[in-house]
């Protein structure tokens, strides 16, 4: 009986031998697969760390950024904040400034450009006897209500007749018009002094003010903030200004 060419023996060897090898390259190639893929998937997951430890490590990097630069503008402000002046010099700034101020006083001292000070010639007119006297005086000059309180205040120790209780409380300005505010002792004075005597002095403000601050000419007089009504040898109630 005739057989098939493809029930032979050998044939079915081959076919089986190929089959196995067709197997065992398949189960090489996976286990080839296999070997190199869990080293792979390891050492993928050494290199990347896990998302916690970065979040603590940039954590880090912005709390040690932050501490180097507040300690470096705090030393910063510090060495800023530090006073200039030359160490060869004695005495610091303090003394230095005292020095300056008594040298600036002084009536022999001459003019030193490093001083920041400016001095300010008055002419003060003083009540002596039925007239007035003219009197130059020199002070370190402030605002213009400081100066004008300064000037009044030397006008009072001069008059002769105001004890130390006797001052100028506030200074007011009104473009022309300036108000005085003496403390409560300046009526009393005033009335020991009599209607001559008060009229010279008041005569006197007046003048100084006008001399020395423009564009005032005009003066008011007032008592704790108030306009005295009574009481007083002349008329405090009015604006008093000199006539042309």
Known sequence: MARRKDDSPSSRYREELMERE???RIETKRKHSSHFSEPQRREKN???PPILLRVLTWCGV????????YLGTSYLLKVLDQPIFDKREKGGPSEKSENYAAAFLS???SADPKLDMQKVVLSLFYPKGSDLVQEKAEIIAHTREDNIREAVLRLLRGSGFFNDETYVKHVFRNVDVVYLDFSSAFLPA???A???ASTLFITGVVRTMRENFSPITKVRFL???????AGAPVDLTAVWQLSR
């Open 194 to 196: 009599g209607a001559e």
């Open 107 to 109: 009536p022999d001292s």
């Open 22 to 24: 067709i197997e065992e």
């Open 46 to 48: 050494k290199t990347k």
């Open 190 to 192: 005033l009335n020991a």
């Open 223 to 229: 008592v704790n903030s108030q306009v005295v009504n």
């Open 62 to 69: 912005i709390l040690l950024c932050f501490v180097g630069g």
